[in-house]
């Protein structure tokens, strides 16, 4: 089992910027697909982004973050990050880290095993 704790979420104005960070410990990482959901008060959780461990496959973005957001990774540090750049109002929601052993990158949540407690980011018009 890997504990999960996200970082850096705040309140930013329309159009700023923010990066999350996604903190891994108790097992390296370097073998887990990593993703990034979201949860909106009154909608349910949804898909941002994923990265794989393996270079083949590489990242996955959903469309409304396309562009606009970056998913990468630091195995030596054992940590994801998210960045979130041109935010919007309708980008504000919790944010959660989670992880999968696979190379995989499914956007379906309950196909992760470990996530974090989330990260609250609030976007102001």
């Known amino acids: 089992q890997v504990q999960l704790v996200e970082s850096g979420g705040g309140l930013v104005r329309a159009g700023g910027s923010l990066r999350l960070s996604c903190a891994a410990s108790g097992r390296p990482v370097s073998t887990y697909t990593m993703a990034w959901f979201r949860q909106a008060p009154g909608k349910e959780r949804e898909f941002v982004a994923a990265?794989?461990?393996?270079?083949?496959?590489?990242?996955y973005y959903a469309d409304f973050v396309k562009g606009r957001f970056t998913i990468s990774r630091d195995n030596a540090e054992n940590t994801v990050f998210l960045q979130m750049n041109s935010l919007k109002p309708e980008d504000t929601a919790v944010y959660y880290c989670a992880a999968r052993v696979s190379q995989a990158m499914p956007t379906t949540q309950n196909l992760y095993n470990d996530w974090g407690q989330g990260t609250q980011v609030t976007v102001s018009s």
């Open positions: 990265i794989s461990w393996s270079a083949i496959s590489g990242v």
